[in-house]
């Protein structure tokens, strides 16, 4: 394998940026140079959706939500997930 080549000294941000964009990644790193990297405070994206409960159910999610102390939809959110996952 050929040895990668040495990355330039960039004046400015666009500089850089235009380089980045039109270079091979392969040319100037080897994959044992890369370090696995983890993100523990990255949310997954959400998306606000409606839905139409009757009022009794509502009532018991709140209920049920107020028993483990926790935001009823956050309980709702985890039993769907639940349900995803056995479903």
Request: no cysteine.
């Amino acid at each position: 394998m050929k040895k990668p080549l040495k990355l330039p000294k960039f004046k400015t941000e666009d500089s850089e940026r235009r380089f980045w964009a039109k270079i091979d990644l392969a040319s100037y790193f080897e994959a044992k140079d890369f370090q696995a990297v983890s993100f523990p405070n990255l949310k997954p994206s959400s998306r606000a959706i409606s839905l139409r409960l009757p009022e009794p159910m509502i009532l018991r999610l709140k209920e049920r939500a107020n028993e483990r102390h926790v935001p009823y939809q956050s309980l709702i959110k985890q039993f769907i997930a639940d349900g995803l996952k056995t479903g």
